[in-house]
């Protein structure tokens, strides 16, 4: 398991005082009400923020860091992550997963088939979409409901599927 958790990207600058504005990448966006410092990490470096304020605009989230005190600075920081340590967050309800935790496990039928790897995960609205890709590059997309996701076991990287008619 991965020690950061990603949970979102910086994507501009906001105002004048050095503000970015982040796209969430959770599905509780007042979690970041929580926060007191942050890691944020691009191809260069990888830094810890404390963290002054919180607001919300629209569906991004304006965060104004310790020591960013200008438009020019907080511009440096654009694409980079914002990423926090997993040990830092409370456990999560059972049955829920991260998706980096997700991401690579091996994807069987409820007979022991192997359709391939989950390489992505997507939201609809209504539910999660997993995507399987087998060996030959093949995918496979699977509602993430009870009645097709029977069992997701982390520590043996392994989920077991039931295919409903129309899924392949």
């Known amino acids: 398991m991965t020690k950061y958790l990603e949970i979102g990207q910086i994507?501009?600058?906001?105002?004048?005082?050095?503000?970015?504005?982040?796209?969430?990448?959770?599905?509780?966006?007042?979690?970041?009400?929580?926060?007191?410092?942050?890691?944020?990490?691009?191809?260069k470096f990888k830094k810890e923020y404390e963290i002054e304020e919180v607001?919300?605009?629209?569906?991004?989230?304006?965060?104004?860091?310790?020591?960013?005190?200008?438009?020019?600075?907080?511009?440096?920081?654009?694409?980079?992550?914002?990423?926090?340590?997993?040990?830092?967050?409370k456990?999560?309800?059972?049955?829920?997963?991260?998706?980096?935790d997700m991401i690579g496990l091996e994807v069987y039928t409820e007979q022991g088939e192997i359709l391939g790897k989950l390489e992505d995960i997507f939201n609809t609205g209504s539910n999660d979409i997993y995507v399987v890709k087998n060996e030959l590059g093949k995918q496979i997309l699977l509602p993430a409901i009870r009645d097709v996701?029977?069992?997701?076991d982390l520590?043996?990287?392994?989920?077991?599927?039931?295919?409903?008619?129309?899924?392949i």
């Open 155 to 167: 520590e043996n990287k392994k989920m077991i599927v039931h295919l409903i008619s129309g899924l």
């Open 11 to 43: 994507v501009n600058t906001f105002g004048i005082k050095g503000v970015i504005k982040v796209k969430p990448f959770t599905d509780d966006i007042k979690r970041f009400d929580r926060l007191k410092k942050v890691y944020i990490e691009n191809k």
């Open 149 to 152: 996701i029977k069992q997701i």
């Open 91 to 100: 456990p999560l309800q059972e049955g829920i997963y991260y998706i980096v």
């Open 55 to 89: 607001k919300y605009h629209k569906d991004m989230v304006l965060i104004k860091l310790k020591g960013v005190e200008n438009p020019e600075q907080a511009n440096l920081l654009r694409d980079s992550y914002l990423k926090i340590n997993r040990e830092e967050e």
